[in-house]
């Protein structure tokens, strides 16, 4: 059995949102849906998708709004998607916001939950210094870091004020342990009524 879930994991890179993501996803039997995980693996296989999006990034530029909401819509779409989703990684700014609220209207959906994991910016930079260190990322150098966190900041926050006006938002401290962290997420899913199912 299946707990149906539409749930939106957001946070600031390093905060953990990955891993907790699919900590969640697998209790729940529902799919994380990582824009980011889609880009790299059509890249990877060198798709025509995956070659548009190499040349936007090269270019130092993020994928367009349409061009991200048309892939999700596509994944949104598929079988393992019908009881429930994590989405990480979209939508990333109000634009993206307004793609999904039709998307989902049109199936009479709406996202249950919106999971932000509180991270203060100087955790969020020494994790992604450490990272890049250990896994030797070339592309997380402290200029790179710290423009991906503007962005987030710029982008990100105003949808958390979207959803937070709909009162869908749970903020989790995302200091601790990952044990801890995925205790607060599931406590607050539960005090929603969204419950793993047994």
Request: glycine share 12%; no cysteine.
């Given at each position: 059995?299946?707990?149906?879930?539409?749930?939106?994991?957001?946070?600031?890179?390093?905060?953990?949102?990955?891993?907790?993501?699919?900590?969640?996803?697998?209790?729940f039997g529902i799919p994380v849906v990582s824009t980011g995980d889609i880009f790299r693996a059509n890249i990877k296989d060198g798709t025509e998708l995956g070659?548009?999006?190499?040349?936007?990034?090269?270019?130092?530029?993020?994928?367009?709004?349409?061009?991200?909401?048309?892939?999700?819509?596509?994944?949104?779409?598929?079988?393992?998607?019908?009881?429930?989703?994590?989405?990480?990684?979209?939508?990333?700014?109000?634009?993206?916001?307004?793609?999904?609220?039709?998307?989902?209207?049109?199936?009479?959906?709406?996202?249950?939950?919106?999971?932000?994991?509180?991270?203060?910016?100087?955790?969020?930079?020494?994790?992604?210094?450490?990272?890049?260190?250990?896994?030797?990322?070339?592309?997380?150098?402290?200029?790179?870091?710290?423009?991906?966190?503007?962005?987030?900041?710029?982008?990100?926050?105003?949808?958390?004020?979207?959803?937070?006006?709909?009162?869908?938002?749970?903020?989790?401290?995302?200091?601790?342990?990952?044990?801890?962290?995925?205790?607060?997420?599931?406590?607050?899913?539960?005090?929603?009524?969204?419950?793993?199912?047994?």
């Amino acid at each position: 059995m299946t707990a149906s879930a539409r749930l939106l994991i957001v946070g600031p890179q390093g905060s953990g949102k990955g891993t907790q993501g699919v900590r969640i996803a697998e209790s729940f039997g529902i799919p994380v849906v990582s824009t980011g995980d889609i880009f790299r693996a059509n890249i990877k296989d060198g798709t025509e998708l995956g070659q548009q999006v190499t040349a936007i990034l090269e270019a130092g530029d993020l994928v367009p709004d349409e061009l991200t909401s048309e892939i999700v819509r596509d994944r949104l779409s598929q079988d393992d998607a019908a009881h429930g989703f994590l989405l990480d990684g979209y939508p990333r700014n109000t634009t993206q916001v307004g793609h999904l609220d039709e998307f989902l209207g049109a199936r009479g959906e709406g996202l249950d939950a919106v999971i932000l994991l509180d991270v203060p910016r100087g955790e969020s930079l020494s994790r992604l210094k450490l990272r890049a260190a250990e896994q030797g990322r070339a592309d997380d150098t402290d200029e790179a870091i710290a423009h991906r966190l503007d962005i987030y900041e710029h982008e990100t926050a105003p949808i958390l004020e979207v959803y937070g006006a709909r009162g869908i938002v749970d903020t989790i401290d995302g200091v601790g342990s990952l044990d801890e962290i995925t205790d607060r997420i599931f406590a607050a899913l539960d005090a929603r009524g969204l419950r793993v199912a047994v």
